[in-house]
């Protein structure tokens, strides 16, 4: 087995170090510059992985700043202070680059790109009907084709209501047909752009202006169900985690075929906390066990590094209460509550350990 | 008082200004007033975003519903909306109406501009909130001692029935808080002495706008393309009331806070040190937590 293993790997490395060059020096010239750029962005890839795997699951700032300086969403937008989406719309267009087109339904996403005649998002932005953004990004993906662009990444930027409720429908259609496009749905767990309504994704206990004493029913928990659409990708994320987003993007981006990320995006108006304290409640629900980080690619379930540091030292993992206590939204929550929420998490994260680097479904 | 006594409030989104409206219907209803009514008017709900409430005051129940156009008296929660468009905040006031600002600076009475007859009040409520620790969720609420001043103003309600609306809407240590803040407020409002030249004729209400008729395709508006820009909605920068400052002496260049801005107003200069784009940040404080020398810290700002 273990011969194996470095018998694959050889491959592997004879494949994507010595194949390229040989190509390049019998291709015709004109072929040698695009293949050139195609392995030149593999290599990076693979390079950035790696870095992202092995040794921290943060790249320094330092490193990440000769990547991605270009900045694609403005300042001086209209989004709340300590905005997670936004934090996250900045790191996703950071990795896709100035070829990418955003279809966004009604959310917070249509607010903070602004008035006409100005825009905050220096790529194009369409604004589409709450129910219609998978739909929209469909068509635009075939007209995309039937003009022969094949380097423009659509991509459809929705929030939580958008994806869970109003948009799922359209978005389960588009994962059937496998429409080649990114889907990123931000929760920020209510419909925070009109103050703050339960949505399918609020979590239990939460207070919303529709659910005042806490709501009663679970999370809806989309990345499962879109995986279960057997699509090539699905990943979630965090806005606290700009490394792990822009590497799971830029993974995305790679990929053929329809590809869904979730991200967990904290609200400072509507979970009801300081703003200054936007990164820091983020971290705390992935330290926690409350948001899992991972990846479902082809059907294989991995966790991701800062999810995985927990379950592989427990005495790392955060108390839930920490985070439930952080915020304003859970309130009502009383201590039975929080401890029975303790061990749902707890036994959520020994299944899910079993379950890491096996495929989820058969 | 005869007829109905019409108040506008101009602030921003987070500062209390609905919440405010509100209280100050109920204690106009406490003080002996049968029609009162509380609107508010906001786009999006988002936090910094410029918002109006309104408030209808009568002796007899009112019948009209609908935005406040001509009011009685006005009340600037922030400062920096009457710096940014004075005649935006004044339209459609009376003469012999009265402004009631919120403000400790001296430029912004100085270039002030009031239609002829009003009286213009003031009081330094950013300061009150910032004594009191009189916040919410990082933001101060300013607009709950401009009811205190508006209180000194107008002598419409008086503070007792301004604090039994209080108490009842707020638990028993909140409300303390607000209180005081109320009291506070009213001690420490003064009517400004303007120059004779500040008296402007009236500013009239701004009209509806009007949508041409469309009969055929060739009427048609060119198509409205958005222009990406910095500033999209003006200066954010506005919005704070503590800014952020680096000390370059404890920063070691490790850029966090250039990861971790959500408005991407860290722009890194020549020397490598971050640089804050004071135009637009809006003092959010995510930068100032997630420093790892502590080498930020958060100044309150001048307004």
């Known amino acids: ?362 | 008082m005869s007829g109905i006594f019409e108040v506008r409030w101009h602030g921003r989104g987070g500062q209390g200004v609905v919440t405010a409206s509100r209280i100050l219907a109920v204690a106009a209803f406490n003080e002996g007033f049968v029609g009162v009514q509380s609107i508010p008017w906001i786009g999006a709900e988002r936090r910094g975003a410029q918002i109006e409430a309104y408030n209808r005051i009568s002796r007899t129940p009112i019948l009209l519903h609908s935005q406040v156009y001509a009011p009685d008296a006005v009340i600037v929660v922030d400062p920096s909306i009457i710096s940014e468009d004075n005649n935006a905040v004044v339209r459609g006031l009376k003469s012999g109406g009265f402004l009631v600002i919120n403000t400790a600076r001296s430029n912004i009475i100085s270039s002030l501009r009031v239609p002829e007859g009003c009286s213009v009040y003031l009081v330094d409520a950013t300061s009150i909130c910032l004594e009191l620790d009189l916040q919410v969720a990082g933001l101060e609420v300013l607009a709950m001692p401009m009811l205190g001043a508006f209180a000194k103003a107008t002598s419409l309600v008086s503070l007792k029935s301004l604090e039994e609306s209080i108490t009842s809407s707020f638990e028993a240590e909140l409300a303390k808080k607000n209180v005081d803040a109320v009291v506070k407020a009213y001690e420490s409002t003064r009517k400004a002495h303007l120059m004779p030249e500040q008296y402007v004729p009236p500013v009239p209400p701004s009209k509806p706008i009007r949508i041409p008729e469309i009969h055929h395709w060739t009427d048609l508006p060119p198509v409205p393309v958005s222009t990406p820009s910095k500033g999209s909605i003006g200066n954010t920068g506005d919005w704070r009331t503590r800014k952020p400052v680096i000390d370059k002496e404890k920063c070691n260049k490790c850029l966090f806070c250039w990861m971790y801005c959500p408005e991407a107003t860290i722009n890194i200069d020549d020397s490598g040190f971050p640089q804050i784009d004071y135009n637009y940040c809006k003092g959010c404080e995510v930068c100032f937590n997630e420093c790892p020398r502590k080498a930020i810290s958060m100044v309150v700002e001048e307004k």
């Open chain 1, 1 to 362: 087995m273990q011969s194996f293993k470095n018998l694959s790997i050889l491959v592997s490395r004879i494949i994507v170090h010595v194949l390229p060059i040989i190509f390049l020096m019998f291709s015709r010239k004109r072929d040698r510059n695009h293949y050139f750029f195609k392995y030149f962005c593999l290599f990076r890839y693979l390079s950035f992985h790696s870095a992202l795997k092995g040794r921290s699951e943060t790249l320094s700032a330092r490193k990440f700043f000769q990547e991605a300086s270009e900045e694609y969403v403005l300042p001086g937008n209209s989004a709340c202070q300590g905005c997670g989406s936004t934090l996250a719309l900045r790191w996703v267009l950071k990795a896709l680059g100035k070829k990418t087109v955003i279809v966004n339904p009604a959310s917070c996403g249509c607010v903070y790109v602004g008035l006409y005649p100005r825009t905050a998002v220096s790529v194009p932005y369409i604004q589409m009907a709450f129910a219609a953004g998978p739909a929209a990004a469909s068509g635009m993906v075939g007209g995309l084709e039937a003009q022969g662009k094949k380097d423009v990444t659509v991509i459809c930027w929705a929030g939580d209501g958008g994806t869970a409720d109003i948009g799922v429908s359209s978005l389960s259609g588009s994962a059937e047909r496998n429409t080649n496009y990114i889907y990123f749905c931000y929760d920020n767990e209510a419909y925070m752009n009109t103050g703050t309504q339960r949505s399918g994704s609020t979590p239990a206990g939460a207070w919303t202006t529709t659910t005042p004493l806490g709501k009663k029913e679970s999370k809806k928990d989309m990345a499962l169900i879109m995986a279960a659409h057997r699509v090539p990708y699905v990943a979630t994320s965090c806005s606290s985690y700009p490394a792990d987003l822009y590497g799971k993007t830029k993974k995305a981006k790679l990929i053929q075929g329809m590809r869904y990320i979730h991200i967990l995006t904290p609200c400072p108006p509507g979970w009801r906390f300081d703003t200054g304290l936007a990164v820091k409640i983020g971290r705390l629900a992935v330290q926690s066990g409350m948001w899992l980080l991972y990846e479902v690619e082809n059907g294989v379930f991995r966790l991701s590094p800062p999810s995985r540091k927990i379950l592989e030292n427990p005495e790392k993992r955060v108390p839930v209460k920490e985070y439930i206590r952080a915020q304003g939204r859970f309130r009502g929550m009383s201590e039975n509550e929080i401890t029975l929420l303790q061990e749902m998490i707890d036994s959520k994260l020994e299944k899910v350990a079993e379950l890491d680097g096996k495929p989820l479904f058969f």
